[in-house]
């Protein structure tokens, strides 16, 4: 006889409550096998993909895309045991087993954390709140019901980024047809439909994305990684005492040596930038003011100081911004940095940065440079004491032996928490970082 379990919500990451159902990778009817991939949840700190931990064939898709869940909350019901191969049940004894499942029934998989499973979702905006319903592991089967709204009646398939961006702009991915294999939807679809140049979205479309055509305003949930940026910004900004410094270098000798590099063998097909550069220095110059890799902690009253960099790199991605880490950075050479972030960045454009990946840091570069700008007053993440800012390299006249010559030049700016940093720690540090990117042979006399 059948076998009816529900697959939870998992934890996948240590303090997460909730998650929104990006897109199904199944629907009713479907054989799954054990850890195949079954939905794609994003989190506050990244999308995941979530792995289902019994074989059987899906008989209901429990909540829809963009909704958001509760950890522990039931997303999908499948049948185990599809062919009706299992021992009938006893009578009474096993009826009442069934309607209380022993906990390891339910526990997600290994990896997923230790949160105790929920039987209640939230219900989504505009809709009655409905009853929590029972955790079990035999429940009666219930008709299938669709994932996708009304409008096509299908789940579009598009990657994260794309998604994100349709709702930026405000366009119905139920409305397109995907240009690439297999249907796939495009980043150029999307911009294509935002154009007028593919079918307009219907009204009901526009509604559903937001955008209210009487007052031309488009409203967005606050959810995802944005809200989680929003509450860390905050509480940093309201509990470290923020001071930012500033200095102004010449990097031409950097510059110099970095065509050197690109142009020997062992720098072959290796990306060496600027933020390379910086990130080697900050890891040297972190050696010598340990209080830049210290943390602040309140609930002991203490002053953590840390004997390894956890790196971590601010990367604008179509989610929003996140801050993945390179562990152990100040054990890397230059090349090893220089690979490691360009992994590093690369995951974190495709919006596949795992929350582990995210935790953990000692202190960040931000790079506003790459967008043309000179320098900002970066807010330092929680947990840390330190974010260094790197600016636009531009060229500028500057002296140069008493004469004015155009150079390569770099403005940095450093916040730091001066509950740990005081002014003197702060200023060589960045001293030293920038004395490192102005001349690279400074690092030999460290």
Known sequence: MPEYKQFPLADTAEGLTEADIIAWQVKPGDTVTVNQIVVEVETAKAAVELPIPWAGVVTELLVEPGQTVEVGAPILTIDVDPGGKAAPSA?????????EPAEEEMKPLVGYGSKAV?????????????????????????A?????????????LAKPPVRKLAKDLGVDLHALTGTADGGVITR???????????????????VDSGYNPATRERRVPIKGVRKATAAAMVQSAYTAPHVTEFLTIDVTPMMEFREKLKKSR????????????????????????????AVWDEAAQ???????VHLGI???????????????????????????LTELTDVARQGKTTPAAMLGGTITITNVGVFGVD????????????????????????VVDGEIKVRKVLQLSLSFDHRVVDGQQGSEFLADVGALLADPAVAITY
Request: net charge positive; glycine share 6%.
């Open 375 to 398: 320098t900002g007053t970066p807010i330092i993440n929680p947990g840390e004491s330190a974010i260094l800012c790197l600016g636009a390299i531009k060229d500028t006249p500057w």
């Open 302 to 308: 203490e002053i953590v100081f840390k004997d390894y």
């Open 266 to 293: 062992e720098f072959a097909g290796v990306k060496v930038t600027p933020l390379t550069f910086a990130a080697k220095a900050v890891c040297m110059a972190a050696k010598r003011t340990p209080d830049v890799n």
């Open 144 to 156: 299938a019901v669709a994932v996708a709204p009304a409008a096509g009646g299908y789940v579009p």
């Open 118 to 142: 929920v039987t209640s979702r939230r219900a989504r905006k505009g809709a009655a709140p409905a009853a929590p319903a029972p955790v079990v592991a035999s429940v009666t089967p219930v």
């Open 188 to 206: 150029d679809d999307v911009h294509a439909a935002a154009n007028g140049s593919a079918p307009a979205t219907s009204v009901q479309s526009a």
């Open 314 to 340: 601010a990367a604008a991605t179509p989610r929003g911004l996140v801050v993945p880490k390179v562990r152990d950075a100040d054990s890397m050479s230059l090349k090893e940095l220089a690979i490691a």
């Open 91 to 99: 009578p009474a004894p096993a009826a009442a087993k069934e309607e």
